[in-house]
């Protein structure tokens, strides 16, 4: 299993520009998270989504969107690029609670380092 | 919704010595408290979790504590060495519903030679 693939590594950005950060898991998680780290900073929630179809807002979701098409991928849109969106973003994956006996734990991507300029 | 407090925001110790980080969380429906070590440019890797019906679980030199009635939760780290260095974040997740994690705002955790 390749786990949670994030593409790109890393990006820069000018003012005003889209694009859009890829995440596709292959452990068939119900659940998917998008986090952003700003440095020496903690994990705050963008998106998630328990399921393909079904997104719903974290803590710090604008400036941003999602879709869920499918149980392996979660693309996050970044549109109309600002310089307060430069950040490291995780996208994340778990089963649900009790799925195979799991506990919740959330699996990681490698992170995707975007700066606006 | 759910809030964690995490302190404290950097700890320095001597190679040897233990290390405590303490967390504290609002929401009395929160039920799953796993703590993740994230290396420098790395990404966070669960280290040990605990459920709302433990009080104590043990994994080797690590240890994490909970007391629900205060909602509080901590991390022991005991004989520490150099490879321990990392940010450390406590998080709070309820089984139900969306299975929403909140993670504290981490602590930067230096063993020192």
């Known amino acids: 299993n390749a786990g949670v693939t994030q593409t790109p590594k890393f990006r820069i950005l000018k003012i005003g520009q889209s694009m859009t950060l890829q995440c596709a898991q292959d452990m068939n998680h119900n659940y998917m998270y998008w986090y952003r780290q700003d440095p020496g900073m903690g994990l705050k929630l963008i998106y998630y989504?328990?399921?393909?179809?079904?997104?719903d807002k974290g803590e710090v979701p604008n400036g941003y969107n999602v879709s869920r098409s499918t149980t392996e991928d979660f693309p996050l849109r970044l549109e109309l690029a600002a310089p307060s969106q430069t950040s490291v973003y995780f996208c994340a994956s778990s089963y649900s609670f009790g799925q195979r006996g799991a506990t919740g734990e959330l699996f990681f991507g490698e992170g995707s380092r975007l700066t606006v300029l | 919704g759910e809030n964690v407090e995490q302190h404290p925001s950097t700890l320095s110790v001597q190679e040897g010595d233990s290390a405590v980080i303490k967390c504290t969380y609002s929401d009395s429906a929160s039920n799953y408290f796993p703590w993740y070590k994230q290396e420098l440019g790395k990404r966070p890797q669960l280290i040990i979790d605990?459920?709302?019906?433990?009080g104590e679980k043990k994994d080797q030199r690590i240890a994490v504590t909970l007391n629900k009635t205060a909602k509080h939760f901590s991390l022991h780290i005991t004989e520490t060495q150099p490879e321990d260095s990392a940010v450390y974040f406590c998080a709070a997740q309820s089984r139900g519903g969306y299975q929403k994690v909140t993670f504290g705002t981490g602590t930067k955790l230096q063993v020192i030679p």
């Open positions: 605990i459920r709302s019906n433990v």
């Open positions: 989504s328990v399921g393909a179809g079904i997104t």
